[in-house]
């Protein structure tokens, strides 16, 4: 421990701004606390070249026996509290370290952690709470690795990794009343932009409908009822589509369901958001009713229609060659063939995915067009083989 409080003691007064930015990210409301990246305010010479000295984990090590979050340069986040919000659901708040760059509601970022002695990361979309804290809700899916730790094992007081914020799920700047479509735990974005717009006092008309299976797994209930008690503006519909309930609505969304949100006055802007298949169906509905239409997707995209058979891939890097189905995004085949290729949001949005693609024709799984051209960039998790590939891997 003396060693400990000498180390610390030295590294303050040779590298200052690293340890009073540090500081920070456990006070992180001091906004006079500068950034160790400030050109104006950066680390001195000596600073500097302590700082070369000492490698960044072994001043991490460190530095988490002071703090769990004090980190050299890693975004990380301390769970602060923790919540049921439904079945098998939980809400955790979490206080980001002074490297987290704070997300814009509706957007999303990898939260990572490790599971089984394995680093595993996926992405959520946190609600920015005041304070400079976040809030994820995360539902456990049954071969969810990190969905099952965070919400049966993570505890108060864990850290997290965080990745940059990324996404652009918004709502349009015009005062054109919105639709916000959830669909299960597409609430979780939507809810994010909500609480900004009730923040703002709600300066246009928005209508929120949510669809679950059973009242268990909605989220966030009571507060969507309180908001909508405090702000006229916001019209709210709650449905279950297994399990009738008097508390909420029963049915599918549907023609007639939406002609009742969308018949009368300006089109409205709609944000869908929800698995795949509900996503698809809001788009058809909506298509010739709603000035605009932004989506999101949460579960994996469905498998092309019509491929049959294997295709040949060379991971030119790596001097693998490998079969892989053709129905498949190349996130998955390559998962299944044992590999591990860095992703984030499984849906085509982070782009943590993209690799070169050197050769070969490839299918985008959201839109069916097939790429033939060599020498670029794809997504794994929404491009299938259409034949053989060579991928910058
Ligand atoms: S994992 Fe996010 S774009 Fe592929």
């Not at 302590?50 to 530095?63: E, G, I, N, R």
């Not at 059973?214 to 589509?241: K, M, N, Q, Y």
Request: glycine letters at 8%; hydrophobic letters at 45%; a positive charge.
């Amino acid at each position: 421990m003396i060693a400990l409080e000498m180390y610390i003691q030295v590294y303050r007064h040779l590298y200052s701004h690293a340890y009073s930015g540090a500081m920070a990210s456990s006070h992180a409301h001091s906004p006079s606390v500068p950034s160790p990246s400030s050109p104006a305010s950066g680390p001195s010479v000596v600073g500097r070249a302590w700082a070369a000295l000492v490698p960044d984990h072994v001043f991490d090590f460190w530095a988490a026996q002071v703090s769990p979050t004090w980190s050299r340069r890693r975004s990380l986040a301390r769970i602060v509290a923790r919540q049921v919000a439904a079945d098998h659901t939980v809400t955790l708040v979490l206080a980001p370290n002074r490297h987290v760059r704070m997300p814009a509601p509706g957007q999303h970022m990898v939260v990572g952690a490790e599971v089984d002695g394995r680093r595993v990361g996926r992405s959520y979309s946190p609600s920015p709470l005041p304070g400079r804290r976040l809030a994820i809700t995360v539902k456990a899916v049954a071969d969810g690795r990190l969905s099952r730790h965070l919400v049966q094992s993570a505890r108060v007081g864990d850290v997290l990794s965080l990745g940059e914020p990324f996404g652009t799920f918004a709502l349009p700047r015009d005062d054109a009343p919105v639709l916000l479509l959830a669909g299960g735990s597409g609430i979780t974005p939507l809810m994010a932009l909500l609480r900004a717009e009730a923040a703002r006092g709600f300066t246009r008309p928005i209508t929120l409908a949510c669809w679950v299976r059973t009242p268990g797994e909605a989220c966030f209930v009571d507060e969507l009822r309180a908001i909508a008690d405090a702000h006229p503006s916001l019209r709210l519909h709650l449905a279950t589509t297994r399990e009738a309930d008097p508390r909420f609505a029963h049915g599918r969304l549907d023609a007639a369901i939406l002609a009742g949100w969308t018949g009368e006055g300006a089109a409205p802007h709609v944000l869908a958001c929800g698995s795949a298949g509900f996503v698809a169906h809001a788009r058809a509905l909506c298509t010739d009713v709603a000035a605009s239409f932004q989506a999101e997707a949460f579960s994996p995209p469905p498998a092309p229609d019509g491929e049959q058979g294997e295709a040949e891939i060379h991971l030119s890097r790596s001097g693998t060659t490998l079969r892989v189905p053709r129905n498949q995004p190349l996130l998955v085949a390559l998962e299944a063939a044992g590999l591990r290729p860095a992703h984030g949001c499984r849906m085509g949005i982070c782009n943590s995915c993209a690799c070169g693609k050197a050769a070969g024709t490839t299918r985008d799984v959201l839109s069916g067009a097939c790429d033939p051209e060599p020498a670029t960039a794809l997504r794994l998790c929404v491009n299938a083989a259409a034949g053989d590939l060579v991928l910058d891997l």
